[in-house]
Nanobody, 122 residues
Framework: VQLQASGGGLVQAGGSLTLSCVAS????????LGWYRQAPGKQRESVAD???????DYADSVKGRFTISRDNAKNTVYLHMNNLKPEDTAVYYC?????????????????WGQGTQVTVSS
């Protein structure tokens, strides 16, 4: 599975951005999609994820402001970010959790896209 993220940029506090991530390769093996972020000097953290069935989960820090969605026809996952804050500044990474089978053995993997920078100015 390969992931290509886009949509980052510079925005003022209170503004909005939408990140996109297109998946390619063994699409059928993907169970879940998500977004992580890493701010300077901080550990990478989970922001949001969406399961195959549509169940979503969010970090407490973004609940009510961010929405994750997926378009299966386009093999794309989105992160709609509203009311952005300076503390949302980070490199954002999309992820795909896949389950495939090799010689009868299940193989679970997490795939990472390249990061896209989001900068929120105060």
């Amino acid at each position: 599975v390969q992931l290509q993220a886009s949509g980052g940029g510079l925005v003022q506090a209170g503004g909005s951005l939408t990140l996109s991530c297109v998946a390619s390769g063994n699409i059928a093996s993907i169970n879940g999609l998500g977004w992580y972020r890493q701010a300077p000097g901080k550990q990478r953290e989970s922001v949001a994820d969406i399961k195959r069935g549509g169940t979503t989960d969010y970090a407490d820090s973004v609940k009510g402001r961010f929405t994750i969605s997926r378009d299966n026809a386009k093999n794309t996952v989105y992160l709609h970010m509203n009311n952005l804050k300076p503390e949302d500044t980070a490199v954002y990474y999309c992820t795909a959790d896949s389950l495939s089978w090799t010689m009868g053995t299940p193989v679970a993997e997490r795939h990472w896209g390249q990061g896209t920078q989001v900068t929120v100015s105060s």
